[in-house]
């Protein structure tokens, strides 16, 4: 079964400083895509980037960039210059496994509280 | 993602009542997905949808949920004799095709709080 561990349940960083947030997954398959999203406390969720499991380079998207390491499983969330806008909650997320006709689900993890001081 | 259309944006029921929370998907997808995210939890996923037919409802309780996305109009997730364990975010996520899924973003809705008193 698919997994997803945050295990940082929150984090603080100082505006305009990089902040990491860790995601590890499990899974055997060899298909699958990582997400990252950011739930402020209005509640909505805004998707932030993506990871295929096959993709070379690493993304990134703005501010925003996943520092993916495959044999260790893991999809860290970099970001950088923090904002006091970047506080909100914050989930990874992985869809698949592709080949096990579930490509569609995507499995959260229980999130990090990020918490930006000025 | 505002696309994705998700009414109301807060339901409070009574217990025993009913909920139907609606979902209108970004024009041209036919994929609706459900997810409820329980309070300090991620999301889980609940029940995907085509038109007119549900695909996965795995996640589903096996009782007085349901869901329905018809030919023409919203997909409905409905929630019948509400108890306070259903006090939760209910969210719709929708996609244009299967094939394009795996390559491209999940949207969401901006999600129902149903809060039952």
């Known amino acids: 079964a698919q997994k997803i561990t945050q295990t940082q349940p929150g984090m603080f960083v100082q505006e305009k400083e990089a902040v990491t947030l860790d995601c590890t997954y499990d899974t055997s398959d060899p298909s699958y895509g990582l997400f990252w999203y950011k739930q402020p406390s209005s509640g909505e969720m805004i998707f932030l980037i993506y990871?295929?499991?096959?993709?070379?380079q690493n993304a990134t998207e703005g501010r925003y960039s996943l520092n993916f390491q495959k044999a260790r499983k893991s999809a860290n969330l970099v970001i950088s210059a923090s904002q006091l806008g970047d506080s909100a909650m914050y989930f990874c997320a992985m869809r698949g496994p592709n080949s096990g006709g579930s490509n569609y689900k995507l499995t959260f993890g229980k999130g990090t509280l990020l918490t930006v001081n000025p | 993602n505002a696309g994705v259309m998700q009414n109301p944006r807060h339901l409070v029921r009574r217990r025993g009542q009913e909920a139907r929370l609606r979902c209108s998907p970004m024009k041209g997808h036919s994929h609706v997905y459900w997810y409820r995210q329980l309070p300090e939890e991620g999301l889980k996923f609940m029940v995907y949808l085509q038109k007119e037919n549900i695909i996965d409802e795995s996640g589903m309780p096996k009782e007085r949920f349901s869901a329905e996305f018809p030919k023409e109009g919203p997909s409905i997730l409905r929630i019948q004799q509400v108890v306070r364990g259903d006090s939760a975010a209910y969210f719709c996520?929708?996609?244009?095709?299967?094939?394009?899924?795996?390559?491209?973003?999940?949207?969401f809705g901006q999600g129902t709080r149903l809060t039952v008193v």
């Open positions: 990871q295929g499991s096959y993709d070379q």
């Open positions: 996520a929708s996609s244009p095709s299967l094939d394009l899924l795996v390559n491209t973003e999940a949207f």
